[in-house]
């Protein structure tokens, strides 16, 4: 993932070099892996470590263009629909790329941070993550924020909650509950705002991930399919960030 020493194609000059332009934080819904598989004549889970691969093409560019936070929609909270095949599958994978990856992540000054309930994975895996979050949590080069078994309505009503128990406790007065103090109850709030969100595969919806965090975020449709999400892809999603003009509800 190191860098290279001179701009490379697909990433927009705008979003080299840290300029305004750039997004902090960029958010991805990492859609298509089973699509992509299909279309080959492939399993299911060929796809998903095609979509290994994309991940780490997404850091690289992430490291690059300067972005700070890149969040990454790994599997959802009802994802658990799948069949116990495809589970299974996902989260071999996910030991494996940990496995694999955690060295470079460590070299390259990525910082890792969760974000849902990993421990739904298991005492073993879970275990594996903790150890990779505290093994990078010095690193400032790259925050990346994989999320597991996330939903964001659970997340919000988790943090709706806590704020309910601190009232009743008189910790906060209910009228003192406002926006600031439920997002700083979110497993976010140690981020920078949202400010790209991207979607691939051609799906038009968010899925519930990151809901509250997206109110004023850039929302980009593409139809690649993650595992075909390149430099190039994402340099596109960057450039039309780029020429979005940005109100926050002002004219």
Do not use: C
Not at 98 to 103: A, F, I, S
Not at 142 to 159: C, K, P
Not at 168 to 188: N, R
Not at 208 to 216: G, I, P, R, T, V
């Amino acid at each position: 993932m190191s860098p290279k020493p001179a701009a490379t194609p697909g990433i927009p000059p705008a979003a080299r070099g840290g300029e305004s332009a750039v997004p902090r934080h960029v958010a991805i819904i990492m859609d298509g892996n089973g699509r992509w598989a299909t279309k080959r004549g492939l399993p299911r889970v060929a796809g998903h470590r095609a979509g290994a691969e994309a991940v780490r093409k997404a850091i690289e560019v992430a490291v690059e263009a300067g972005i700070e936070v890149l969040t990454l929609y790994a599997f959802s909270s009802e994802n658990w629909r799948r069949s116990d095949a495809e589970i299974n599958d996902l989260t071999g994978l996910m030991r494996f790329y940990l496995e694999r990856e955690l060295k470079t992540l460590e070299k390259e000054g990525v910082r890792l941070k969760l974000i849902g309930e990993p421990a739904a994975f298991g005492a073993e895996l879970a275990a594996k993550l903790e150890r990779a979050v505290e093994r990078t949590a010095s690193n400032q080069r790259l925050t990346l924020v994989v999320a597991l078994n996330y939903g964001s309505r659970v997340e919000i009503a988790a943090a709706a909650k806590m704020l309910a128990e601190r009232a009743v406790a008189g910790e906060i007065a209910a009228d003192q509950i406002d926006e600031a103090l439920l997002g700083a109850e979110l497993q976010t709030a140690d981020l920078p705002d949202l400010d790209l969100l991207i979607r691939t595969s051609g799906e038009v919806r968010l899925s519930n991930f990151l809901l509250w965090q997206s109110a004023y975020a850039e929302l980009v449709f593409l139809d690649t399919l993650w595992p075909d999400f390149d430099e190039a892809a994402f340099g596109e999603a960057l450039g039309l960030f780029a020429q979005r003009q940005r109100r926050f509800g002002g004219r």
